[in-house]
């Protein structure tokens, strides 16, 4: 490509170093980068509910994540995350090659592991709930519920998206905008990993010691 053609946006060209026009793709995933930084906004404040909320006092003598967590059950939820961003990743980097198949199969392992992640969160909230844990308890476990779930609702959206992101590669290729929404989908599911790192080690290994 020329460095006066415009970029055709029904065929992503990415990596192409000869071209110094408009990069579409990069301008929309900066603003996707900048509307995640106030999702980790809702995440920090949410932390610092929890965090204040942790103390003993604040259980009212009813259980504490002492009692029901089980890190071992939650390294398997990590396992899987981890998994799960690692097969996107590698689904990622067949588009460079514009290997179609490639990224479809890196989508739907992907796609497999989060489910698998948020099966197992399920289960833990509903055998949680069978004893007696839920938001009406106390403070504390109100904090610890509504911190985990509303990362699992964000891996709920996510799951969804992937589906989404399946069949517009399988029915468009790789345009400008599945392009475009694929990196900001790995962004956005990259960033539940982590936040995922902060959950497991502050409130579920953390909250297990205390």
Do not use: C, E
Request: charged share 10%; hydrophobic share 50%; glycine share 10%.
């Amino acid at each position: 490509m020329s460095t006066h053609d415009s970029p055709d946006p029904s065929k992503a060209v990415l990596w192409d170093t000869h071209y110094h026009g408009h990069d579409v793709i990069s301008t929309r995933s900066f603003g996707y980068f900048l509307y995640l930084l106030s999702d980790g906004m809702l995440f920090a404040t949410l932390f610092a509910a929890y965090g204040v909320l942790s103390y003993s006092h604040s259980y009212f003598n009813g259980p504490t994540p002492a009692d029901f967590v089980h890190p071992w059950y939650t390294f398997t939820q990590t396992v899987a995350l981890f998994l799960s961003v690692l097969a996107y990743g590698m689904g990622m980097s067949a588009v460079k090659k514009g290997n179609k198949a490639g990224l479809m199969n890196g989508l739907i392992a992907a796609f497999v592991l989060g489910v698998i992640f948020l099966g197992l969160d399920i289960h833990d909230m509903m055998d949680l709930a069978a004893h007696g844990v839920t938001v009406q308890t106390s403070g504390g476990a109100s904090a610890f519920i509504v911190l985990t779930q509303v990362h699992a609702a964000h891996i709920f959206f996510g799951l969804i998206w992937i589906l989404v992101m399946i069949a517009q590669v399988a029915g468009k290729g790789f345009t400008t905008d599945t392009v475009g929404r694929l990196l900001s989908l790995r962004m956005f599911w990259h960033l539940q990993a982590i936040i995922w790192v902060f959950v497991f080690v502050f409130v579920y290994l953390w909250g297990y010691m205390s």
